[in-house]
């Protein structure tokens, strides 16, 4: 399971056009200049920015331009992937998906999309990924998986505070939706589990450029935080090179990851946490 945009991987739907209004002038302007002309009246003055009938065209097109964008506007409202507030509340509708209290627009999208992957068979991880995420609006992420030789069924929350680590009331409302008779298959055993199976520190080595105020180093640990909870999920390995990519924003010069040495791997179904982050001011270079 993933909490990156399910709909990332489609190329852009070629009902939403392009908006170009000089490309509308330019053809506004050279369908008048024909008729003009057909109708023998000669038309030579389309730069001349004051002349009436470019001034007429020029308004033309600037509300054709608003026409297109709002039906642009209308078309991505009934997509899944476009749609938001309450037409992404219509469109999740349709799939039986009503929103939680307080979801933001990006967490019922993805509650929507597993709907609709869950309408296969009951008892798929999809099934259970979306029973669960509707149990609590702070869940961050799901991952569903049995044990190999056993007939057991995980279900591995990740939660979007503490550090990932569910709380007791979001664990029980996710194993009570999942174990109740609208969920859960007859011959299903399910285990609901925090899915974070370790924290792990970072530390590293921040040189800035001179140019570059204190105010950058200071929000890095933040920001680094805020990008590891916004990017990853359930399975996502702890790489250097991605925190190092994280940390080498505008004004810094030089990052030297010490913890992490190497790439850490989450193992299926579990998540890393991010424990005490430690960066350390080198000094500054060019």
Same mark, same amino acid.
């Given at each position: 399971? #993933?909490?990156? &945009?399910?709909?990332?991987?489609?190329?852009?739907?070629?009902?939403?056009?392009?908006?170009?209004?000089?490309?509308?002038?330019?053809?506004?302007?050279?369908?008048?200049?024909?008729?003009?002309?057909?109708?023998?009246?000669?038309?030579?003055? $389309? &730069?001349?920015? /004051?002349?009436?009938?470019?001034?007429?065209?020029?308004?033309?097109?600037?509300?054709?331009?608003?026409?297109?964008?709002?039906?642009?506007?209308?078309?991505?409202? &009934?997509?899944?992937?476009? *749609? *938001?507030?309450?037409?992404?509340?219509?469109?999740?509708?349709? /799939?039986?998906?009503?929103?939680?209290?307080?979801?933001?627009?990006?967490?019922? !999208?993805?509650?929507?999309?597993?709907?609709?992957?869950? !309408?296969?068979?009951?008892?798929?991880?999809?099934? /259970?990924?979306?029973?669960?995420?509707?149990?609590?609006?702070?869940?961050? =992420?799901?991952?569903?998986?049995?044990?190999?030789?056993?007939?057991?069924?995980?279900?591995?929350?990740?939660?979007?505070?503490?550090?990932?680590?569910?709380?007791?009331? +979001?664990?029980?409302?996710?194993?009570? $939706?999942?174990?109740?008779?609208?969920?859960?298959?007859?011959?299903? #055993?399910?285990?609901?589990?925090?899915?974070?199976?370790?924290?792990?520190?970072?530390?590293?080595?921040?040189?800035?450029?001179?140019?570059?105020? +204190?105010?950058?180093?200071?929000?890095?640990? =933040?920001?680094?935080?805020?990008?590891?909870? !916004?990017?990853?999920?359930?399975?996502?390995?702890?790489?250097? *090179?991605?925190?190092?990519?994280?940390?080498?924003?505008?004004?810094?010069?030089?990052?030297?990851?010490?913890?992490?040495?190497?790439?850490?791997?989450?193992?299926?179904?579990?998540?890393?946490?991010?424990?005490?982050?430690?960066? #350390?001011?080198?000094?500054? =270079? /060019?």
């Amino acid at each position: 399971m #993933t909490t990156a &945009n399910p709909f990332s991987h489609l190329p852009p739907p070629e009902m939403i056009k392009a908006l170009d209004v000089e490309a509308i002038l330019t053809e506004v302007l050279a369908d008048m200049k024909a008729r003009f002309r057909a109708a023998g009246i000669p038309f030579d003055v $389309e &730069n001349t920015a /004051y002349e009436p009938a470019v001034i007429q065209g020029e308004t033309n097109s600037f509300r054709e331009n608003l026409l297109r964008a709002a039906i642009n506007d209308a078309a991505k409202a &009934n997509l899944v992937a476009f *749609s *938001s507030g309450s037409d992404l509340d219509h469109v999740a509708a349709f /799939y039986d998906v009503t929103r939680l209290a307080d979801e933001r627009d990006d967490a019922l !999208r993805l509650r929507t999309s597993l709907a609709i992957q869950a !309408r296969s068979p009951g008892g798929s991880s999809f099934w /259970y990924a979306q029973a669960a995420r509707r149990a609590d609006v702070r869940i961050r =992420d799901v991952a569903v998986f049995r044990d190999v030789f056993l007939p057991i069924i995980h279900v591995a929350v990740l939660s979007s505070e503490a550090g990932g680590v569910p709380d007791a009331a +979001m664990l029980d409302a996710v194993s009570a $939706e999942v174990q109740s008779d609208r969920v859960r298959l007859l011959n299903d #055993t399910i285990v609901v589990q925090s899915a974070v199976s370790q924290t792990l520190p970072v530390k590293a080595g921040i040189w800035l450029l001179p140019s570059a105020p +204190m105010a950058t180093f200071d929000r890095l640990a =933040d920001e680094l935080r805020a990008a590891w909870e !916004r990017e990853t999920g359930i399975g996502f390995d702890l790489e250097p *090179s991605w925190i190092e990519a994280r940390l080498h924003v505008s004004g810094v010069k030089r990052v030297e990851i010490e913890v992490p040495s190497s790439p850490v791997v989450a193992a299926p179904g579990t998540a890393i946490a991010l424990g005490d982050i430690d960066l #350390t001011f080198m000094g500054r =270079d /060019y």
